[in-house]
């Protein structure tokens, strides 16, 4: 494209596979740039004009200076002993306080939203072709949102196809309606999606399961005699959500005399009896023998659960002659009971209620002067979220991903892949593999036959870097300037390919989680911030947007600081593999529970221990949750850490390092694992995640696996008394 730069361009090229060739040692920065030009512009007059000794006698203070209180010792807690600093300095900028949570995973995807918009900005501006005329009116759409008229509009348009869908007296009709648009889908009361099936995972399958509720902390909706108060303040705070919703939407009907007037508390109500029937066992009567995989035929459906799926499948947009002929449910309870709820339930005044509600909440969600509503109750109350969002680059980003993925992939990885940093990576993750599989044949508590398929199971593991092997073309379509309408636009052009795609081959698909607030990106798409384990496909999706600083440094950084950052997370992903989710999984991705008993037994042993240790590290800040939430995540982190100790250690001894060079190496990368793991969450947002979050606070992610290390034990002298301490150094496998 620029052939004034193309020799230059080779020559680069040609320097960075002579570096690969030359096999440099990875504690080595791989690309060193001088700095000290452009660094010495920045240092102020007075320290230029202060003499040599001065400084440094002024630098020695300042390395000899206490950087936490005489209180926080490492031993004790080596968490605020490392971030007391930062965490009494942390500050965002006023765009970034939608942020519930400081950390750099969401800071780095803060920047990335940041530089995907500006890819957007300068396609527009230097094209004038079909594309950038679809960006634009898309832009122009998220930015601007909804028109408050057109929305009040489509308010009571709402109405109107609720009262036609009931009127026509075909429940399965108006469940295919809310199952058709994605926004709605996870808040119907049976929720169609399509996924690769778990016994052939090769292949696209339609799944039916539970609705997801409106509140997030499901424990509301159960009345035990429990936090009564909390139960009854949150209920409070959701009716008057729920009432603002409907007064403000429909604000133009007040006035008639026919105005069905809309109780607020139906919605609970009627979300209450979903949560309810979820309970029932009229099937299968213990809900620990319950297969979690079941196919249920067309034939069997009606007849033995009540589900007409021929119907529901017309209605959502199957060609009759090609109905699929079953589709797949985790639980018959859940398929039995709320079929028969739906059914007695659907066309009374409380479901009418809560059908016109999904629609108004989709409004609300995209219309800018109404957006406040959502914010106060889902971003404020539930999750401790400081300000709305008002950054275009976080809007423009969400909301571009869906019908824009394959062009922001390509302009992403064009502009922001670094092939050394991937290179690095991929040797770094699978040296890794080699040290997991030698600590898994060193285990003593998996049975033999469990223990020889989990080895079978990590030598088919894959790692997958960057972005997805295969992308599928953008659709073209001709977007305006109306949020709403293009959003229907999308979503309807997805729905067809969604059907086309049952009983295919499974593809890469980009998608969006309309559950969260704001709205979280939630396939694979390239510029996320994250990794993550798929037991479907028994691999570990690193996302470009990961590959990059805070979490690889080859400028500056050696082998502790990466090893904390991407390799941890490495080691992480990893254990899921074969923890008691990816123990469901065999080594083709496909379902298959390779556990025995006892050592299901065993590994529950483990699982209660660490439930134990993290609520008692929570109990000495005055923190009560419940740990086994996010056990799965627990015990990656303590499984990751030992991993990561054996690598190093491994390295070490490969280098031939002195022995104080040892202990100074593993200081600093258990040094560089706690400042990782630095985050700020406010008051507010403490309460929802000790509630809901699967992951605990950073702070005993932090703590718990590193005292779990028999090196950081021997290291800090952590003797038992010590915060640091616990009874065992258990490191799972």
């Known amino acids: 494209m620029h052939h004034s730069k193309k020799f230059k361009k080779n020559k680069q090229n040609k320097t960075k596979k002579t570096n690969i ?5 990875l504690n080595c920065p791989i690309n060193l740039k001088p700095f000290e030009y452009e660094f010495s512009k920045t240092i102020s007059k007075s320290l230029l004009t202060q003499s040599n000794i001065e400084r440094k006698k002024e630098f020695a203070r300042e390395l000899l200076t206490k950087f936490s209180p005489n209180s926080i010792k490492p031993n004790d807690n080596f968490y605020d002993y490392i971030n007391y600093q930062w965490l009494k300095n942390v500050s965002l900028k006023q765009q970034q306080k939608y942020i519930v949570q400081i950390d750099d995973f969401r800071l780095a995807q803060d920047k990335v939203f940041k530089q995907l918009n500006e890819l957007i900005l300068n396609y527009i501006k230097n094209n004038k072709n079909e594309l950038s005329k679809n960006l634009d009116n898309y832009y122009k759409s998220v930015i601007k949102m909804n028109p408050t008229s057109y929305s009040k509009k489509l308010a009571i348009n709402a109405i109107e196809i609720v009262d036609k869908l009931i009127q026509e007296n075909n429940p399965w009709k108006l469940l295919a309606f809310f199952n058709s648009d994605e926004m709605l889908s996870p808040y119907a009361p049976i929720v169609w999606s399509l996924n690769p099936d778990d016994k052939n995972s090769k292949i696209f399958r339609c799944n039916l399961n539970s609705h997801q509720f409106h509140i997030l902390d499901i424990n509301v909706y159960y009345d035990d005699g429990t936090e009564v108060e909390y139960k009854k303040n949150y209920r409070n705070k959701f009716n008057k959500y729920v009432q603002e919703i409907f007064d403000i939407s429909l604000e133009n009907l007040k006035q008639k005399p026919n105005y069905f007037k809309f109780n607020s508390t139906d919605i609970f109500d009627v979300e209450k009896e979903m949560f309810d029937a979820l309970g029932c066992y009229d099937v299968v009567k213990n809900e620990d023998d319950e297969n979690k995989y079941n196919r249920i035929y067309s034939k069997e459906c009606l007849s033995k659960y009540g589900f007409n799926w021929k119907e529901f499948c017309e209605f959502l947009g199957f060609n009759k002659k090609n109905i699929p002929p079953f589709f797949i449910t985790g639980s018959l309870n859940f398929l039995k009971c709320t079929t028969d709820l739906f059914l007695a339930k659907w066309n009374t005044p409380k479901w009418k209620s809560y ?5 108004l909440y989709k409004l609300m969600r995209i219309t800018k002067d109404w957006e406040y509503v959502i914010y106060n109750f889902k971003g404020d109350f539930e999750r401790g979220q400081e300000r709305i969002n008002e950054s275009d680059s976080v809007s423009a980003s969400l909301y571009m ?4 993925n394959t062009f922001l992939t390509e302009q992403y990885v064009s502009h922001y892949e670094n092939p050394l940093a991937v290179k690095y990576v991929k040797t770094l993750a699978n040296d890794l593999k080699i040290v997991f599989e030698r600590i898994l044949k060193r285990n003593t508590w998996l ?3 469990t223990k020889k398929y989990a080895l079978l199971k990590l030598k088919h593991f894959n790692f997958i870097f960057g972005k997805p092997d295969k992308l599928r073309e953008d659709p073209v379509l001709n977007y305006c300037t109306i949020l709403y309408d293009n959003m229907q ?7 067809k390919k969604f059907i086309q795609l049952e ?4 593809i890469d698909i980009p998608f969006m989680d309309w559950t969260q607030y704001p709205v979280k990106m939630s396939g694979t798409q390239a510029y996320i911030v994250n990794a993550s384990y798929t037991p479907a496909k028994n691999s570990i999706y690193i996302n470009l947007g990961y590959i990059q600083k805070p979490f690889v440094d080859l400028d500056e950084r050696g082998i502790e600081y990466n090893l904390a950052h991407i390799g941890f997370t490495l080691g992480h992903e990893m254990s899921h593999s074969l923890d008691d989710w990816g123990s469901q999984y065999g080594w083709d991705g496909n379902l298959y529970d390779w556990w025995n008993k006892h050592d299901k037994k065993t590994y529950k042993k483990i699982q209660n221990d660490v439930i134990n240790q993290y609520e008692e590290f929570a109990k000495r800040d005055g923190i009560k949750f419940d740990a086994s939430i996010g056990i799965g995540e627990d015990l990656a982190d303590i499984s990751g850490m030992a991993i990561c100790n054996e690598y190093l250690r491994d390295f070490q001894e490969k280098n031939q390092d002195l022995i104080p060079i040892r202990n100074l190496s593993f200081e600093s990368f258990y040094t560089f694992f706690a400042f990782q793991q630095k985050q700020f969450v406010n008051r507010k947002a403490i309460r929802a995640q000790l509630k809901t979050n699967p992951h ?8 718990v696996p590193l005292s779990r290390s028999d090196i950081f034990r021997s290291l800090y002298n952590v003797k038992k008394g010590n915060g640091m301490w616990w009874k065992n150094i258990n490191s799972v496998w």
């Open 503 to 506: 009983g295919k081959p499974v």
């Open 489 to 495: 636009l999308i979503n309807n052009w997805r729905m």
């Open 21 to 25: 060739q030359l096999n440099i040692p």
């Open 696 to 703: 605990p606070l950073d702070k005993y992610r932090c703590n």
């Open 447 to 449: 049975s033999p036959s």
């Open 401 to 404: 991903s869906i019908p824009f």
């Open 355 to 359: 059908w016109v509600f999904l629609l």
